[in-house]
């Protein structure tokens, strides 16, 4: 199961790093603030690619959000909370979704989320550093 779980996020994270290199764009800046996402960084969009149940965790700040056209998105959050409450969070929005969760790891206080719904892989990876929670989300698509 852990293997499983370490190959899929590997994947995961080639396939949209990957695709940043080739065609691949940070989400664009936004003209008017009421179009950034809550929680996202002035002037940062959502990505499209991240479904509803990979929503920016709430007071979280966006890092960093990019697009791998047609292949997947990746955004990273910071937040105050404890990585145990964002993993928690995550888990439910999937489940609560519709996802199958495929993997669920904890090493060390650092939490990883793998779960696909269709043609979808979806991957969450929650840690703490220095004191703040970064959370990686990261969704693929299969065709």
Do not use: N
């Not at 690619?49 to 960093?64: C, D, M, N, Q, S």
């Amino acid at each position: 199961m852990i293997r499983l779980v370490v190959v899929c996020f590997g994947v995961g994270i080639a396939l949209v790093s990957a695709g940043c290199r080739r065609g691949a764009s940070p989400v664009p800046r936004v003209a008017a603030a009421g179009h950034a996402a809550p929680g996202a960084a002035p002037g940062l969009a959502t990505p499209a690619g991240l479904p509803r149940e990979l929503p920016i965790y709430p007071g979280a700040v966006t890092l960093e959000a990019t697009e791998a056209h047609g292949k997947g998105t990746s955004m990273v959050l910071e937040c105050r909370e404890t990585p145990q409450k964002v993993a928690a969070f995550y888990k439910h929005r999937l489940l609560e979704g519709g996802w199958s969760l495929d993997g669920e790891m904890t090493v060390e206080g650092e939490y990883m989320l793998v779960a696909t719904k269709r043609a979808r892989r979806a991957s969450a990876l929650v840690a703490d550093e220095a004191g703040r929670t970064r959370i990686t989300l990261t969704v693929t698509r299969g065709d």
